[in-house]
Nanobody
Framework: QVQLVESGGGLAQAGGSLRLSCAASGDIFSINTMDWYRQAPGKQREFVARITTGGITNYAVSVKGRFTISRDNAKNTVYLQMNSLKPEDTGVYYC???????WGQGTQVTVSS
């Protein structure tokens, strides 16, 4: 029904930056609230950021001030700008459409010290 495809992951050094993208396609009939989650090896998936249909943002305490979520509704794309990266930011990052419980396949982010 809906496909979410993340991109932009990779390897960064501590203090560096990455910009993730999540492109939505398929049966999209309205603007949706979108989330970013991440999962480190052996750990539970955790919430990272949310942007509502109105552009209101919310962040996990661990990333507040370093990450910025944004969206381009015309492109059906949500972004996660990650600055001042830390090794503990390492994990697979997933975008989510919570209203319909759709998830992307994830993109790997690795931060070296």
């Amino acid at each position: 029904q809906v496909q979410l495809v993340e991109s932009g992951g990779g390897l960064a050094q501590a203090g560096g930056s990455l910009r993730l993208s999540c492109a939505a396609s398929g049966d999209i009939f309205s603007i949706n609230t979108m989330d970013w989650y991440r999962q480190a090896p052996g750990k539970q998936r955790e919430f990272v950021a949310r942007i509502t249909t109105g552009g209101i943002t919310n962040y996990a305490v661990s990333v507040k001030g370093r990450f910025t979520i944004s969206r381009d509704n015309a492109k059906n794309t949500v972004y996660l700008q990650m600055n001042s990266l830390k090794p503990e930011d390492t994990g697979v990052y997933y975008c989510r459409m919570p209203g319909r419980n759709y998830w992307g396949q994830g993109t790997q982010v690795t931060v070296s010290s």
